[in-house]
C-alpha cells in the first residue's frame, strides 16, 4: 500500500541483534503504509537473520562482517521503493513512528528526513561525540542539524548517490548528512519518541564512544581535504581563464 502514490521501503542494517530486532519487525509489519521491510544481516554470528525472517522481513545476507555503512549501501541497491527509511534494529518502542519520517516526503515538504531523540539524562556519555558532529557539520557545510548521528532517516531514493556510502564504521551517518546538505538536498528534522539500548558508561560503552569519534574525525579530515581540493580546482581554473 503506497502512501499519496510513494511506496515504502525499510532497511535495517543488523549486526548480532536477535534480541531486538524481532520486536522492531514486528511493529514495522504491522503498519499499513510499508510495502516491504528488509534486514541486510552483516555477518552476524547469532540468530538475528533467522529472527528477523521469522518475524516478516526479507533477509539478505552478507558473507562477513562489514561494517553498517556497506550494509546499507547493499539495502539501497536492493530496495527500489520511492521512500527508503533507514532504521537502527534496536528499537525497543516507537517504530510505528516512523511515519513522522515518511509523510513530509510524501507531501513533498522534504527529500530527507532524520529523526531526532529526545534527550536522556544519566546515560551516555559525555557529549564529546554530539560536539564533534555539531562542529564538524558546520565546519564543513556551514549548516546545523540536531540529529545528525541518527540513525533513523528516511530518504527520497533519487536523491541518493552511491557516494553517500563510501564511509567506515560509525561515520556513515556523519558523512551522509554531511554529503545532503554540500548537494542542496532539502532535508527536515522532526521530533519523535523512539527508543533504542543505550550505550553505557562501561568499558564497552567507553569504547563504542572512542570509535564513534574517530570514524566522525576521519570523515570531517577527508571531506576537508575534498572541500580544498575542490577550491584549487577552482582557482586553477579561474587563473586560466
Same mark, same amino acid.
Given at each position: 500500500?503506497?502512501?499519496?502514490?510513494?511506496?515504502?521501503?525499510?532497511?535495517?542494517?543488523?549486526?548480532?541483534?536477535?534480541?531486538?530486532?524481532?520486536?522492531?519487525?514486528?511493529?514495522?509489519?504491522?503498519?499499513?503504509?510499508?510495502?516491504?521491510?528488509?534486514?541486510? $544481516?552483516?555477518?552476524?554470528?547469532?540468530?538475528?537473520?533467522?529472527?528477523?525472517?521469522?518475524?516478516?522481513?526479507?533477509?539478505?545476507?552478507?558473507?562477513?562482517?562489514?561494517?553498517?555503512?556497506?550494509?546499507?549501501?547493499?539495502?539501497?541497491?536492493?530496495?527500489?521503493?520511492?521512500?527508503?527509511?533507514?532504521? $537502527?534494529? $534496536?528499537?525497543?518502542?516507537?517504530?510505528? #513512528? &516512523?511515519?513522522?519520517?515518511?509523510?513530509? &516526503?510524501?507531501?513533498? @515538504?522534504?527529500?530527507?528526513? !532524520?529523526?531526532? %531523540?529526545?534527550?536522556?539524562?544519566? #546515560?551516555?556519555?559525555?557529549?564529546?561525540?554530539?560536539?564533534?558532529?555539531?562542529?564538524?557539520?558546520? *565546519?564543513?557545510?556551514?549548516?546545523?542539524?540536531?540529529?545528525?548521528?541518527?540513525?533513523?532517516?528516511?530518504?527520497?531514493?533519487?536523491? !541518493?548517490?552511491?557516494?553517500?556510502?563510501?564511509?567506515?564504521?560509525?561515520?556513515?551517518? *556523519?558523512?551522509?548528512?554531511?554529503?545532503?546538505?554540500? #548537494?542542496?538536498? #532539502? !532535508? &527536515?528534522?522532526? $521530533?519523535?519518541?523512539? @527508543?533504542?539500548?543505550?550505550?553505557?558508561?562501561?568499558? @564497552?560503552?567507553?569504547?563504542?564512544?572512542?570509535?564513534?569519534?574517530?570514524?566522525?574525525?576521519?570523515?570531517?579530515?577527508?571531506?576537508?581535504?575534498? @572541500?580544498? %581540493?575542490?577550491?584549487?580546482?577552482?582557482?586553477?581554473?579561474?587563473?586560466?581563464?
Amino acid at each position: 500500500m503506497s502512501l499519496n502514490g510513494y511506496d515504502i521501503g525499510v532497511i535495517i542494517p543488523a549486526y548480532n541483534e536477535e534480541v531486538y530486532i524481532g520486536h522492531t519487525i514486528e511493529t514495522l509489519v504491522s503498519l499499513p503504509y510499508i510495502d516491504r521491510i528488509l534486514v541486510v $544481516d552483516d555477518g552476524s554470528e547469532d540468530n538475528t537473520a533467522y529472527v528477523a525472517a521469522s518475524a516478516g522481513a526479507y533477509v539478505l545476507s552478507l558473507p562477513q562482517n562489514r561494517g553498517k555503512a556497506l550494509a546499507m549501501k547493499r539495502g539501497y541497491e536492493a530496495m527500489h521503493t520511492h521512500v527508503l527509511v533507514f532504521l $537502527d534494529a $534496536d528499537i525497543t518502542e516507537g517504530a510505528c #513512528q &516512523i511515519i513522522k519520517l515518511i509523510e513530509p &516526503i510524501c507531501e513533498r @515538504k522534504a527529500e530527507a528526513v !532524520i529523526a531526532r %531523540f529526545p534527550m536522556t539524562t544519566g #546515560q551516555g556519555g559525555f557529549g564529546l561525540v554530539r560536539a564533534l558532529a555539531a562542529k564538524g557539520l558546520y *565546519f564543513l557545510t556551514g549548516k546545523t542539524l540536531t540529529g545528525v548521528l541518527s540513525g533513523q532517516r528516511a530518504i527520497l531514493r533519487k536523491a !541518493i548517490n552511491d557516494s553517500f556510502f563510501e564511509y567506515k564504521g560509525f561515520g556513515i551517518e *556523519f558523512g551522509m548528512t554531511a554529503d545532503m546538505l554540500l #548537494q542542496n538536498i #532539502q !532535508i &527536515i528534522e522532526v $521530533d519523535v519518541n523512539m @527508543k533504542h539500548r543505550t550505550t553505557g558508561r562501561d568499558y @564497552k560503552g567507553f569504547l563504542h564512544r572512542y570509535r564513534q569519534f574517530i570514524d566522525i574525525f576521519l570523515v570531517i579530515i577527508k571531506k576537508t581535504r575534498e @572541500k580544498n %581540493f575542490s577550491k584549487r580546482i577552482a582557482t586553477t581554473q579561474k587563473e586560466q581563464d
